[in-house]
């Protein structure tokens, strides 16, 4: 059952029920620390953090882009958004919730300027909104990841950055 979907970008007052909403939806608390520690580190790009919310204002749904950098050993780095976590709480999940919140983040990284987003995520689920496998594009993950699972969504035309993806602090990677 799909409906929809009011998005917009997560204020200072949505903190906590991002958290919750980001607690629910995993199985540990991690991905709500991560939230909270990128939203402390120079990776945080304001306007990139959206919330799905419901008729009754209840936030359902997040998606956060934050800035990670992709570079070759001792080549240029270019800048990118890294798209993680997605979070949608279980009671609204397959209503439509993530995808309005992911297409909105993804807008709002377009009209910022931003040139490629990666995720490392489902490869059911995110082609959708155009990801492809980031190895068409020459990145990779400083880890072993399924080669499907890792991809990456141009953001504008012209070239985009390739290699390593290094990502924020929190990350812990």
């Known amino acids: 059952m799909t409906q929809p ?3 917009r970008p997560e ?8 958290r919750r909403v980001v ?4 199985p540990t608390p991690a991905e709500a620390d991560l939230v909270d520690a990128l939203r402390a580190d120079p990776a945080w790009l304001p306007g990139l953090s959206w919330v799905a919310t419901g008729p009754g ?3 359902a749904g997040h998606a956060l ?3 990670c950098r992709i570079a070759e050993p001792g080549g240029r780095a270019g800048d990118a958004v890294a ?5 949608v709480r279980p009671a609204r999940q397959r209503t439509g919730a993530g995808t309005a919140v992911v297409g909105a983040a993804l807008d709002a990284a377009r009209r910022a300027g931003e040139t490629l987003a990666v995720v490392l995520g489902d490869p059911a689920y995110y082609p959708r909104f155009g990801f492809v496998p980031a190895s068409r594009f020459g990145v990779r993950a400083p ?4 080669a499907d699972a890792l991809m990456a969504l141009p953001l504008r035309d012209g070239p985009v950055p390739a290699g390593t993806i290094r990502y924020p602090a929190p990350f812990g990677v």
């Open 5 to 7: 979907w009011a998005v």
């Open 11 to 18: 204020t200072a007052a949505d903190r906590a029920a991002v």
């Open 23 to 26: 607690t629910e939806a995993f």
């Open 57 to 59: 204002g209840e936030i």
């Open 65 to 67: 882009l934050t800035r």
């Open 83 to 87: 798209l993680a976590p997605v979070a």
């Open 143 to 146: 880890f072993e990841v399924p």
